[in-house]
T-cell receptor, first 116, second 111 residues
Framework: ETGVTQSPTHLIKTRGQQVTLRCSSQ?????VSWYQQALGQGPQFIFQ???????GRGNFPPRFSGLQFPNYSSELNVNALELDDSALYLC???????????????FGAGSRLTVL | QKEVEQDPGPLSVPEGAIVSLNCTYS??????FMWYRQYSRKGPELLMY????GNKEDGRFTAQVDKSSKYISLFIRDSQPSDSATYLC???????????FGSGTKLNVKP
């Protein structure tokens, strides 16, 4: 059983640029959630994808967007990067019914984004 | 007011001590409560999961939930240096599709 893998592990961008982060979910999981973890803070929910559709969104602007693919892998895209976007981006996969009911989130190690 | 409040620490204890970690929350709809451990430069890993009020024990770890007080705790007995990490509480309501996390408490267990 493979866990959640994320890429890249680290990246540096400048303000205004765009970034794509990738996630492969754990085998057997059908739902992917993305969280942003600023330094010294807990993870904040960005959005969740179930059956290739967005299934819930946190308090993040539309320049944060995502995709889920038929194999349940996922991408997080952030446009027009701002300095405050610097954070650890965590992908978590789970097994849910219609996108709800997960009690166990399996997290990847994260992608650490620095915006200069 | 944040949905979930957690003392950031850091909490420094000697090896073998009993550690108490706590979170308070404001949303009475929360029914599922979790504790995650996060080592530096790693993603969070699930330690304990509890539904509604009560206690749950797993080895050296005990999770307690008091829904009437909106207060949850994690106790670590016989703490080890390998327990040094940041501990995150997390919770969700029934049919919620997202978890609400505390800001994490950094624990340092000194040999």
């Amino acid at each position: 059983e493979t866990g959640v893998t994320q890429s890249p592990t680290h990246l540096i961008k400048t303000r205004g640029q765009q970034v794509t982060l990738r996630c492969s979910s754990q085998s057997g999981h059908n739902t992917v959630s993305w969280y942003q973890q600023a330094l010294g803070q807990g993870p904040q929910f960005i959005f969740q994808y179930y059956r290739e559709e967005e299934n819930g969104r946190g308090n993040f602007p539309p320049r944060f967007s995502g995709l889920q693919f038929p194999n349940y892998s996922s991408e997080l895209n952030v446009n027009a990067l701002e300095l405050d976007d610097s954070a650890l981006y965590l992908c978590a996969s789970s097994l849910t019914s219609r996108g709800q009911g997960a009690n166990v989130l399996t997290f990847g190690a994260g992608s650490r984004l620095t915006v200069l | 007011q944040k949905e979930v409040e957690q003392d950031p620490g850091p909490l420094s204890v000697p090896e073998g001590a009993i550690v108490s970690l706590n979170c308070t929350y404001s949303n009475s709809a929360f029914q599922y409560f979790m504790w995650y451990r996060q080592y530096s430069r790693k993603g969070p890993e699930l330690l304990m999961y509890t539904y509604s009020s009560g206690n749950k024990e797993d080895g050296r770890f005990t999770a307690q939930v008091d829904k009437s007080s909106k207060y949850i705790s994690l106790f670590i007995r016989d703490s080890q240096p390998s327990d040094s990490a940041t501990y995150l509480c997390a919770m969700r309501g029934y049919n919620f599709n997202k978890f609400y996390f505390g800001s994490g408490t950094k624990l340092n267990v000194k040999p």
